[in-house]
């Protein structure tokens, strides 16, 4: 599990490193590391043209310091300060080593330098930037962006809110970020994360210091600990009895894909209930199932037979009498995962208490909405506001209604009242397909009839299909039927890893 921390926390872990140290250790620590990566990303450091983009705080410190170790290796180096202050030790390093000093005069044209340059190192701001960048900062990172070397950050991307992940105006694009200590929260959520390009760590000592994280970014070995492993005492009933109420009449698919999400995944059973035409469509691709007819808009039977956990939502339809089934999934004491139409009805179409329904139920309950699902469930929100801070909406949403939240999207986000948020490090744009959605639903739903709490089915459900959508084809484009090959590819590779 790698582990993200706030702002607030990595500042306590350095000031209590700092008090141990000489003054300036902590800083040197960086640069030296800092300037470690860039000279692996360096064809060879001795005549390479490097420029450091400076701010006047500690994030310039660093740059400046490794911009020294780099020009004491031959390489010629130039820093472009964005104003007149910069860290006085830093620059004398720095022109001790022989490396040039010029300040940025704010014209476009001013920005030769980064043209010819062979790595650019963004040193203007760092974790403790807020709100954008000023001027003279957007004008280069606009140059940097536009400018041929590959981009090294330091810390974090400037414009890049270091806690959230949001760019509120022009922030740096970089090819590689060099963080310090402790991953952050912004390096994993976009669309901090999509700014930040390959994270590089390095330890600089916080670790002792830090307490628990802010978010978590799973790694394979760590889903494999929790995916359910079948033993020699294991049935069809142990493994997990999933019900389905997804598709109908007319979205038939999404009961197909639902169920077959399900199945690919890993449940010992899965009972479907839905209009004749699509339990014909999911016997005829799932055999397997126990379907029987079940008009969702004139039945609330949850039946035939008990179940470990259940699914609603996908292609269900928003028809007010479609409630009803809803309430009565709500009204359970099962597990359930709520998507696509059901989160509909959940915002306001049936008239459906949402607050209380949801906070008297005592068995998990998951939520899997996309921005503009998640936007209809706090009325005033905006979809734009959800996708450049996606970690405070999610969070936002499981704290109101007392549940968990998985929320979509190019980062997927796993949230829950008390428990570090989670962004899933498997998103891919090949996910981007009608119907993924609705696999994903039933991926998920295997795992909470297998026994998994809501927080860790979710976490380990988007891993998996974020895997499967890669392996499925091999990085080629996907449909989501595609994804149902993936599946069963992804939970292997996670169990290799175990």
């Known amino acids: 599990m790698r582990s993200a921390h706030t702002v607030r926390a990595v ?23 800092l300037a470690a990566e860039c000279a692996r990303l360096l064809p060879r450091v001795y005549g390479s043209r490097v420029v450091l983009l400076v701010g006047a705080g500690d994030n310039g410190g660093d740059a400046l310091y490794a911009g020294a170790l780099l020009a004491a290796r031959g390489a010629a180096v130039r820093a472009v300060l964005a104003g007149p202050r910069a860290h006085e030790q830093g620059l004398a390093a720095l022109r001790g080593a022989g490396g040039r000093v010029r300040v940025f005069q704010g014209d476009p044209n001013d920005g030769g330098e980064l043209f010819d340059a062979d790595l650019i190192i963004d ?33 974090l991307p400037s414009g890049v809110n270091a806690d959230t992940g949001e760019v509120p105006g022009h922030a740096v694009r970089a090819d590689v970020t060099v963080t310090f200590g402790a991953l952050k929260p912004g390096l994993c959520v976009d669309p901090g994360a999509d700014r930040a390009g390959r994270v590089h760590l390095v330890d600089i000592g916080l670790t002792p210091e830090l307490g628990g994280p802010d978010v978590i970014r799973p790694q394979a070995v760590d889903v494999a600990a929790l995916l359910p492993k079948p033993g020699t005492e294991s049935d069809k009933y142990r493994r997990g009895l999933l019900a389905v109420r997804a598709g109908s009449d007319r979205y038939r698919g999404a009961a197909v894909l639902t169920v077959g999400g399900a199945l690919r995944t890993g449940v010992g059973m899965v009972r479907y209930g839905g209009a004749s035409a699509a339990v014909d469509q999911v016997l005829a691709h ?96 905006d979809r734009s506001d959800i996708e450049a801070r996606r970690l ?99 939970v292997a590779e996670a169990r290799g890893t175990g």
């Open 11 to 33: 500042r306590e872990a350095e000031r209590a490193v700092m008090a141990r140290l000489p003054e300036g250790a902590l800083m040197r620590r960086a640069a030296t590391g």
């Open 123 to 155: 040193g203007m701001l760092g974790i403790g930037g807020r709100g954008g960048l000023r001027e003279p900062y957007g004008t280069l990172a606009v140059l940097a962006e536009n400018a041929p070397a590959p981009v090294v950050a330091v810390d």
């Open 286 to 381: 799932w055999p397997e199932t126990v379907a029987v007819d079940l008009d969702p808009q004139g039945s609330t039977r949850l039946g035939p037979g008990r179940v470990s956990a259940l699914v609603i939502g996908p292609g269900r339809g928003t028809h007010p009498a479609n409630a009803d089934e809803l309430h009565a999934v709500l009204d359970s004491d099962c597990p359930v995962l709520v998507d696509a139409d059901a989160l509909t009805l959940l915002s306001g179409n049936g008239g459906i208490p949402l607050s209380e329904t949801l906070r008297e139920r005592t068995a998990h309950t998951l939520l899997t909405p996309h921005a503009g699902e998640l936007a209809r469930l706090l009325p005033g929100t």
């Open 392 to 490: 405070e909406y999610a969070r936002r949403v499981a704290d109101e209604f007392d549940c968990t939240v998985l929320l979509k999207g190019s980062t997927t986000v796993v949230t829950q009242p008390g428990l570090p948020a989670v962004a899933n490090p498997t998103g891919t744009p090949l996910l981007a397909t009608a119907g993924s959605g609705d696999v994903l639903a039933g991926a998920i739903g295997a795992l909470l009839a297998s026994g998994l709490p809501a927080y860790e089915a979710a976490m380990c459900g988007a891993y998996l299909h974020g895997r499967a959508a890669v392996l499925a084809r091999g990085g080629a484009p996907v449909s989501a039927t595609d994804l149902l090959d993936g599946l069963p590819l992804a």
